[in-house]
């Protein structure tokens, strides 16, 4: 598990159209110095999905005011299989 400080995060969010029952599909992506470390489904959890990242998660700041960007269903599936598995931790 990779160890990041708080301040080497960034935070987005990735949206795409709700799937065919309405769920939301939105994703927080992770970003330590612009590289992609980790995706963290949102689903209805808003920012308490953030707590799927270890250690001081509540460091990087709940309701920030992340950039959202809205992707297309393809690239949320692509993203989500990719990163399922990845963790970080925040120390």
């Not at 159209?17 to 309405?22: C, E, R, V």
């Not at 960007?69 to 990163?83: A, C, F, G, S, T």
Request: proline letters at 2%.
């Amino acid at each position: 598990m990779q160890q990041y400080k708080a301040s080497e995060l960034s935070i987005l969010i990735l949206r795409t159209k709700n799937d065919i029952n309405g769920n939301p599909r939105a994703l927080y992506v992770i970003l330590a110095q612009g590289a992609l470390v980790q995706v963290i489904d949102i689903g209805y959890e808003g920012s308490g999905a953030l707590r799927h990242i270890g250690g001081n998660y509540k460091a990087l700041g709940f309701g920030c005011a992340c950039e959202t960007i809205q992707i297309m269903p393809k690239e949320y599936r692509r993203l989500r299989k990719e990163y399922e598995d990845k963790t970080i931790e925040v120390v």
